[in-house]
């Protein structure tokens, strides 16, 4: 029989403090060897200390208590590991997120103070498109997967497309974070209806176009330039605001050297002038 190690030794060899370890106790993830039911002291075993370094280990990575239990439980090495890799997924996934969130917070502090808009006049044209109501956090992951479905299909029906590939997105999907989002690439001759994409008349209107440089996961700090400059010359109409892809994954895999051309519609007092 192993000897008895107060819960006090037990902390100093397995580096989980006393308030730890029984916070483990109530919740089931790690319970003494035996109580006293007099003085209700915690006991536990040499034989516990590798499984109390496992969750350290586990907990110290943020994994959840039930899915460190989970790992505990199994006797599958397999399944095991996939519980372990599912965790460690999950945390690149947040790490890359993170990341990504710094250096949209780096190009904030840097921007220039000064950028370049310019009014234009588009006409409307026909193109291959994939239209659908989208959930704003949903919007970056269903552009890249509609816009590569819209290219494969205008490749495998041997449209010519007459112009850079582009989007039409609601008002509401920032407002109250659901609206309707359009693909488009312009195209010469006629689209047939394959899944997705359809046929559209891409409609003319009258924009204020200004080009984002790098990725789009911060494109929200050249909209804010182009929405302060409509707003300040009170030009700015409804309808749904414009993009243009001049350069983006189908161009290059790094994100920092897309071009974005981003068109805001506007009443154009000079248009006739």
């Known amino acids: 029989m192993s000897q008895a190690l107060t819960v006090g030794d037990f902390s100093r060899m397995t580096h989980l403090s006393v308030k730890t370890l029984r916070h483990y106790h109530q919740v089931g993830l790690l319970e003494p060897d035996r109580v006293d039911p007099d003085t209700g002291y915690r006991y536990y075993t040499a034989e516990q200390v590798p499984t109390a370094q496992v969750i350290r280990r586990l907990r110290d990575l943020e994994m959840p208590i039930p899915d460190v239990r989970a ?26 997120q993170t990341r990504s969130a710094v250096e949209s917070l780096r190009n904030l502090l840097r921007r220039p103070a000064e950028a370049s808009i310019e009014h234009r006049t588009v006409p409307r044209c026909p193109a291959a498109a994939i239209t659908a109501d989208v ?62 994409v359809g046929s559209l008349v891409v409609p003319g209107a009258e924009l204020a176009v200004i080009t984002h440089h790098g990725p789009l996961a911060d494109v929200d700090l050249t909209y804010g330039v182009l929405g302060a400059y409509t707003a300040r010359h009170e030009i700015s109409v409804a309808g749904p605001l414009r993009e243009y892809y001049l350069r983006d994954a189908r161009h290059s895999p790094d994100p920092a050297e897309w071009a974005t051309e981003i068109g805001w519609p506007i009443f154009r007092a000079d248009h006739d002038r």
């Open 71 to 96: 790992v505990l439980n199994t006797t599958d090495a397999t399944a095991r590991g996939a519980l372990i890799a599912t965790h460690l997924d999950r945390l690149e996934l947040e790490l890359a």
């Open 135 to 196: 959930e704003r956090g949903d919007l970056l992951p269903w552009w890249e997967g509609a816009l590569a479905e819209l290219h494969a299909a205008v490749r495998a029906q041997n449209l010519d497309p007459t112009g850079p590939s582009g989007g039409l997105y609601s008002s509401e999907i920032f407002q109250v974070d659901r609206g309707q989002a359009t693909v488009f690439v312009p195209v010469q001759g006629p689209v047939r209806a394959i899944g997705r």
